[in-house]
């Protein structure tokens, strides 16, 4: 199994490119803290490059700057290439299948946009909430009488 999911802020606002097929791409890379401190004290983070292709790319591109946080969840590629100088290179990314926007780096709200369907609403209504101080089974009805039958463990 290849899988992998990544949060973290892109460090790099995208470009988004056209290969020679005529798909669009683009390349990130996402900042991820690590959840531990070094032996000084210090918090370090991982930087991790990811592919994001076709219309996918597009939403990135447009609504991703410099210090967007996002959740990607895709798997890991490796591939290699001859550099100019003749040697061999070899790369490790993550081909993104999915990219969610978690906020921006001052958190101007979220959106979620997956290869598909494309979700293009990026002004989406906040979600309602019920007030918690409130009893929210204070109209459910009678007693419910649950057996060590009815759970599933």
Known sequence: MNNVTLVGRITRTPELRTIANGQVTTTITVAVNRPFTSASGEREADFITVVVWRKQAENVCKYCTQGSLVGVTGRIQTRSYDGQDGQKRYVTEVVADNVTFLGSKNNTGSASF????????????????????????????????????????
Do not use: C, H, R, Y
């Open 114 to 153: 997956t290869e598909a369907p494309i979700n293009n609403n990026v002004n989406q209504s906040p979600i309602e909430t019920t007030d918690v101080t409130e009893d929210p089974f204070k109209n459910f009805g009678s007693e419910v009488v649950l057996t060590d039958d009815d759970l599933p463990f």
